[in-house]
């Protein structure tokens, strides 16, 4: 069974950058849905940014929280997703995970921790 692995995360100061990359560690098909999801300690996980294709459209949604400083991307030929995370807040702390969703898999990574503060 293929896997995600999530990588860029880190410490990082208010107001700074990180760039998260997941990509499969397996062979996947081609995934409909690849997103970001995060969870803060006692929160629920919650969507942060998400990506869906199909060979028309792309159509693309962002929490509410991080519009206008998070970019969502994708790599359809590598089944990779990048998530740029620009003017980082405290309240942006949390463990990210990354999802593949296709139309017989659902996959999670195993999360990276970004730490935001001073």
């Known amino acids: 069974q293929a896997q995600l692995v999530e990588s860029g995360g880190g410490l990082v100061q208010p107001g700074g950058s990180l760039r998260l990359s997941c990509a499969p560690s397996?062979?996947?098909?081609?995934?409909?849905?690849m997103g970001w999801y995060r969870q803060a300690p006692g929160k629920q996980r919650e969507l942060v940014a998400d990506?869906?294709?199909?060979?028309?459209?792309?159509?693309?949604v962002y929490a509410e929280s991080v519009k206008g400083r998070f970019t969502i991307s994708r790599d359809s030929a590598k089944n990779t997703v990048y998530l740029q995370m620009n003017s980082l807040k405290p309240e942006d702390t949390a463990v990210y995970y990354c999802r593949a969703r296709g139309e017989e898999y659902d996959y999670w990574g195993q999360g990276t921790q970004v730490t935001v503060s001073s």
């Open positions: 990506v869906t294709s199909n060979e028309r459209t792309e159509r693309v």
């Open positions: 397996g062979t996947i098909f081609s995934p409909y849905d």
